[in-house]
């Protein structure tokens, strides 16, 4: 095709490793060094207890607005929404 030249291929790594070791086996490996790497990191960087389960991390505010301590005042409170 006329416009085949112009593909952007990135890193051309499947034509590259297909020389060396066939794509499946490839494919299947990085498939396998993304997963390890990913649970690596998610271990290190989630909160766990001492089995290694996930933990919810405690948050420094567990007040009721409206108390004594935290008056209802417009313009006093800010709230920002994560995903944990």
């Known amino acids: 095709p006329e ?3 112009n593909v952007d291929k990135g ?3 499947l034509e590259l490793a297909g020389g060396l070791v066939p ?3 490839f494919v299947g490996t990085v498939k396998a060094g993304w997963r390890f790497v990913w649970s690596r990191m998610m271990a290190e960087l989630a909160p766990q207890d001492k ?3 996930y933990q919810r991390p405690k948050y420094g505010f567990q007040e009721q607005i ?6 209802v005042e417009s ?3 800010h709230v920002y929404l994560g995903n944990p």
């Open 3 to 5: 416009g085949a030249a």
């Open 11 to 13: 890193f051309n790594l």
């Open 23 to 25: 794509q499946g086996v």
């Open 51 to 53: 089995t290694g389960a």
């Open 66 to 71: 409206g108390s004594a301590a935290h008056p």
């Open 75 to 77: 313009g006093r409170y």
